[in-house]
């Protein structure tokens, strides 16, 4: 019933910039509290990249602070990644994340975890 689509994934040089997109779409009315990205390189873990809550508090891993920026429309329930200064560590599939509340009758249901298809960033020279 919800959706998260990414986008704006692809093959870009060490130094680069690029902006991932994830949008939601629900046939049901929706709350969404915490959006984020996670990335997951191969033979790693799935690992946090930045999340945003609705209120705005956000959190990053260590190595993507200063490089990377999340930002969200509530309205809309979007999250977007603008990635600069690129590196080949960087590269990953990269998950957009939601936590959602279906609006039921009125009434919020509880919060569940959805995920996006993964889009792949590739960094290299």
């Known amino acids: 019933q919800v959706q998260l689509v990414e986008s704006g994934g692809g093959l870009v040089q060490p130094g680069d910039s690029l902006k991932l997109l994830c949008a939601t779409t629900s046939r049901s009315a929706i709350s969404i509290y915490d959006m984020g990205w996670y990335r997951q390189a191969p033979g790693k873990q799935r690992e946090l990249v930045a999340s945003?809550?609705?209120?705005?508090?956000?959190n990053y891993a260590d190595s993507v602070k200063g490089r990377f920026t999340i930002s969200r429309d509530n309205a809309e329930h979007t999250v977007d990644l603008q990635m600069s200064s690129l590196k080949p560590e960087d590269t990953a599939t990269y998950y957009c994340?939601?936590?959602?509340?279906?609006?039921?009758?009125?009434?919020?249901?509880?919060?569940?975890?959805?995920w996006g298809q993964g889009t792949q960033v590739t960094v290299s020279s």
């Open positions: 945003m809550t609705s209120g705005g508090k956000t």
């Open positions: 994340n939601a936590e959602v509340s279906t609006i039921v009758g009125g009434m919020a249901q509880p919060y569940v975890s959805y």
